[in-house]
């Protein structure tokens, strides 16, 4: 009787998480949802611009902050049905990095300190406009990238500036007496060849570079060959790279929401079975838990009983064998 108490509960708790989260997750998937989400983030967006306008924040400074709070309450509103409609599975919610970025951008505008300094919310509201990508395939698909191409990106770096060290004490050497200007020190000199590798004033550095010697034109053709061209080329070639990934990854969600469940019409027609499933073992468990078990010497009757009954043909071969034997 005690275990009676302890499973309806959990039975009714969980029917009752299955039921929210299924009716939020028809919510979150509808299209008029996503587009007022989408419409609130053009909103706030708009908000921002026309604050950057001393005359009209003055104003409208009572309506700005009146439409900045309905703009958070649409967010929060947002974010809440988004987590209740992973109610029965939770863990799931977290798998998606845009679940995460969603809720800590929503999140930090009640924390106090930085909802007093205006400077920083302006920031995290600026950060709302990046969750247009969540609903612009492309855009995601170009973030994604973006992203995926940081290893190389850093690859990259890191040999740029090993190349950009290297070419600036070589020019310190050469012109840091005759052009002090551009190469007097190792900064001045990175910075220059920094600029130089846009290809933005190399004519004039060349011809300054002839009147030192002749040598420096193999000194600027060979960094404008390695710098302007082979490893821009590569950066380059890193970021498509990361964009074919990217498109293959957008590419592949559809087809194993497709595999895993078909057309929309076959995923409802699998949710209401299982759902029909979840009921019968439901009412299954709770009449076990209503059913009280068998006495001891009523089950040692009934097996004796149910073995006699379920192997009817076993006794009568045993009844022709003793009367064979006689």
């Known amino acids: 009787m005690p275990e009676q108490h302890v499973h309806h509960p959990d039975i009714a708790l969980r029917s009752l998480r299955g039921e929210l989260a299924r009716r939020c997750r028809t919510v979150t998937e509808a299209r008029w949802f996503a587009l007022a989400v989408f419409a609130v983030i053009l909103v706030n967006a708009g908000l921002l611009g026309v604050e950057t306008y001393s005359g009209l924040a003055t104003q409208w400074h009572h309506w700005l902050r009146q439409a900045e709070h309905i703009c958070l309450a649409a967010f929060t509103v947002e974010i809440l049905v988004r987590m209740l409609a992973y109610a029965d599975r939770p863990r799931e919610f977290w798998k998606d990095p845009w679940n995460s970025f969603d809720l800590v951008v929503v999140l930090c505008a009640f924390v106090p300190v930085v909802r007093e300094n205006a400077t920083v919310l302006r920031l995290l509201r ?36 090993l190349l950009l060290y290297v070419y600036a004490m070589v020019g310190w050497v050469f012109f ?62 890193v970021v498509i790279t990361s964009l074919e990934e ?27 079975r299982i759902a029909a499933a979840r009921r019968a073992l439901d009412d299954l468990e709770r009449d076990l838990g209503q059913t009280a078990p068998p006495r001891p010497r009523q089950a040692a009757m009934v097996v004796p009983a149910v073995v006699a009954r379920a192997a009817p043909g076993s006794a009568r071969a045993r009844q022709r064998a003793s009367r064979r034997r006689r």
């Open 246 to 272: 990217a498109r293959e990854m957008e590419r592949d969600q559809p087809a194993e929401a497709a595999d895993a469940g078909g057309s929309p019409d076959v995923q409802q027609h699998l949710a209401a």
């Open 176 to 237: 840091g007496r005759h052009d002090p200007e551009h190469y007097g020190s190792i900064g001045r000199a990175v910075l220059t060849l920094f600029l130089l590798m846009t290809l933005d004033g190399i004519g004039d550095a060349v011809h300054s570079g002839l009147e030192v010697s002749r040598w420096s034109l193999i000194y600027y053709a060979s960094y404008v060959l390695l710098a302007s061209f082979v490893l821009v080329n590569v950066l380059i070639g």
């Open 126 to 161: 600026l950060a709302r406009v990046l969750r247009t990508a969540r609903f612009l395939p492309q855009v995601r698909i170009v973030l994604v990238a973006v992203v995926r191409s940081l290893p190389g990106t850093l690859s990259f770096l890191l040999v740029g500036a």
